[in-house]
């Protein structure tokens, strides 16, 4: 959500703003509503004013025996008068936040301008793609071959964009998001969570959720939301909180199920894991001062990044363009992770940085230590990072000419120290 101040105070910077996302214009709609219902409020509390002075005339008027006809009957015009103001001035006052709702964040100067996909900019690149001496198969074939990733039986029980693992390759998976946690709990300072998988509308509208991504969820019949990340829930914790600064930093991470409903997806990564309505992520969110923000971005995506060079992967860091970057996001950037197999560049983690947006949706803040100001909180999410996709990015990078998968040092105690996955 967006500050109503900011943008009567420039409002030219705030349509820049959105037309850097290809958006028009929209500050003469939203000043015009309110004007108009600061104009309401302004003429409410003269009218107020004057009944109540007309009130006391009356009185008066009543205990000396006066004619107060004509104070009566002006009265009850400005009561009528004063239910019309107040309905104006309620249309408006919910028209705003329904106008401010749909709009993005406003994005970080450095985001770099452009509106595709092939504007975003990589940063930096660790580790190089390997020649594996042999044609690299894709996760699915390998998976298959060694008769533990089946597509068909999760299909006929759940339909498409679903996967069974089994055996060796099933506990790779669980193996990964513990050594993910352990990591991140160990080492980076996040403390673990175990978080609902449904949220109700509130914590899915303060996370930016909702409206604007309602069909790409998934809704129970009883109004509650599978959550799509546990960005969700992990954020909603101060949801409504006034914190004391002294709490802050808060770092918190859970490895849940994540669900997608994948609207507007279709014939894309329609084979292997890629794309899924169910998958495992372990996600990192901080909630800072607003003075720490940009370091706890720079922060975050290298406790992700670490994620990667253990496992021994090869991966870029990319900062995303103004068109690419996510609605909530004032700055994203994306980790790409080789895969041998499909000899191509696939996101593995997004770290985003939301600032004040969703702590204003969901009414988060913090106090000062003298207790005179109380602030918005600055929130901040990423992947850290998707199990699914660590998992096919091993066996990509890790598959050897016999169809048999190498198991990264890192997560071998993990897997009660075996060393390859075979068939």
């Known amino acids: 959500m967006h500050d109503i101040r900011a943008i009567r105070a420039n409002a030219t910077a705030f349509d820049a703003a959105l037309a850097r996302r290809g958006l028009p214009s929209?500050?003469?709609?939203?000043?015009?509503?309110?004007?108009?219902?600061?104009?309401?409020?302004?003429?409410?509390?003269?009218?107020?004013?004057?009944?109540?002075a007309l009130a006391r005339d009356i009185g008066q008027g009543k205990r000396t025996g006066a004619d107060t006809a004509a104070l009566e009957a002006e009265a009850t015009a400005l009561r009528d008068e004063m239910e019309a103001l107040e309905k104006q001035a309620a249309a408006a006052d919910e028209a705003i936040p329904r106008l401010l709702e749909g709009l993005p964040n406003v994005l970080d100067p450095d985001v770099p301008d452009g509106m595709e996909e092939s504007a975003n900019v990589v940063l930096a690149q660790h580790g190089e793609p390997r020649d594996l001496g042999?044609?690299?198969?894709?996760?699915?074939?390998?998976?298959?071959?060694?008769?533990?990733?089946?597509?068909?039986?999760?299909?006929?029980m759940a339909g498409a964009r679903f996967t069974i693992l089994r055996g060796p390759l099933a506990r790779l998976?669980?193996?990964?998001?513990?050594?993910?946690?352990?990591?991140?709990?160990?080492?980076?300072?996040?403390?673990?969570?175990?978080v609902p998988s449904l949220v109700n509308d509130a914590a899915a509208y303060g996370t930016d959720k909702l409206p604007k991504f309602g069909d790409t969820m998934f809704r129970t019949t009883d109004g509650r939301w599978l959550i799509p990340t546990a960005e969700v829930p992990l954020t909603a914790t101060v949801m409504g909180e006034i914190l004391p600064e002294k709490e802050l930093?808060?770092?918190?991470?859970?490895l849940t199920d994540c669900f997608r409903s994948e609207a507007g997806a279709a014939g894309r990564d329609t084979r292997g894991m890629i794309r899924q309505h169910q998958f495992r992520k372990v996600e990192l969110v901080s909630i800072v001062h607003p003075d720490q923000s940009t370091a706890e971005h720079e922060r975050m995506t290298g406790c992700a990044e670490t994620v990667l060079r253990l496992l021994g992967?090869?991966?870029?860091?990319?900062?995303?363009?103004?068109?690419?970057?996510?609605?909530?996001?004032?700055?994203?950037y994306d980790l790409e992770v080789w895969m041998p197999g499909q000899q191509a560049w696939r996101e593995i983690s997004s770290c985003s940085n939301t600032r004040d947006f969703q702590a204003r949706r969901m009414n988060a803040r913090f106090r000062s230590p003298d207790g005179k100001t109380v602030s918005y909180v600055n929130t901040l999410n990423g992947s850290g990072v998707a199990v699914g996709r660590a998992l096919i990015a091993v066996m990509e990078n890790y598959q050897q000419a016999d169809g048999s998968i190498l198991i990264p040092e890192a997560v071998r105690a993990y897997m009660g120290g075996v060393e390859r996955i075979a068939a």
Do not use: C
């Not at 929209?26 to 004013?49: F, G, N, V």
């Not at 930093?249 to 859970?254: D, K, N, S, V």
């Not at 992967?313 to 994203?332: E, I, M, N, Q, Y």
């Open 134 to 156: 042999f044609q690299p198969k894709a996760h699915w074939d390998l998976g298959e071959a060694l008769g533990m990733m089946d597509f068909a039986t999760a299909a006929k």
């Open 313 to 332: 992967v090869p991966f870029r860091r990319v900062v995303l363009s103004a068109g690419d970057t996510g609605f909530g996001a004032v700055k994203t």
């Open 173 to 194: 998976e669980r193996a990964l998001g513990q050594f993910m946690l352990d990591l991140h709990t160990g080492q980076h300072g996040y403390v673990e969570m175990a």
């Open 26 to 52: 929209a500050s003469d709609e939203i000043l015009a509503r309110d004007s108009e219902r600061r104009a309401a409020q302004t003429a409410l509390q003269e009218k107020q004013a004057r009944r109540n």
């Open 249 to 254: 930093p808060i770092r918190i991470t859970a």
